[in-house]
């Protein structure tokens, strides 16, 4: 009779640790967290639509890089896209800068379409299992985040922005002095 208590007690608890556990989050291997100024950027690995090729932030260090998250069914992402754009063609010869436009939740056809119907060249990066995103904390589309050399977020815009204005090339021109 005591041993049945005893199993019970045991298995009572061990329901309880393990409960505890998916709450917290131990035990799990992927926690979430949320990229934050001032903090290193989230390593992610991304695949450019128009090589195939597999990109890594980690492989980009050095470099300045503008991380934007867009879909071409998103209003504000729409608003924004001329201005991205144009700082991509303002960056064009700039060796330690790299934009990075991450599709999300849409399909890369859809995308390479709607630049091409709006005459804008900047690169799509496709986000195949959506980790990037979930590595950034990311809260909707679009937002954009702006990695300095050593790999340390420097900014980050919730939100569509003027991105060829004359702030944030200021802060771009900056950050490739550094």
């Known amino acids: 009779m005591k041993s049945k208590k005893l199993i019970l007690i045991i298995l009572f608890l061990a329901g309880l640790f393990l409960i505890a556990s998916f709450i917290t989050g131990r035990g799990t291997k992927e926690r979430l967290t949320i990229a934050a100024v001032d903090s290193p950027s989230p390593d992610i690995e991304l695949i450019d639509s128009a090589s195939g090729k597999k990109v890594s932030t980690s492989e980009l260090r050095g470099k300045v890089l503008f ?17 991205i754009d144009r700082l991509f063609r303002h960056f064009l010869n700039e060796q330690g800068f790299v934009m990075l436009t991450v599709l999300f939740r849409d399909d890369a056809q859809n995308a390479i379409g709607y630049l091409k119907q ?61």
């Not at 991380?67 to 201005?83: G, Y």
């Open 67 to 83: 991380i934007n998250f867009w879909a071409t069914w998103c209003e504000p992402c729409q608003e924004e896209a001329p201005s």
């Open 118 to 178: 709006n005459g804008f060249n900047f690169p799509i990066m496709i986000d195949p299992d959506g980790k990037a995103a979930r590595d950034f904390g990311l809260t909707g589309v679009p937002e954009t985040y702006i990695v300095d050399k050593k790999g340390i977020l420097r900014e980050k815009v919730i939100g569509p922005a003027p991105w060829d204005s004359a702030d944030a090339v200021a802060l771009i021109s900056k950050l490739l002095k550094e």
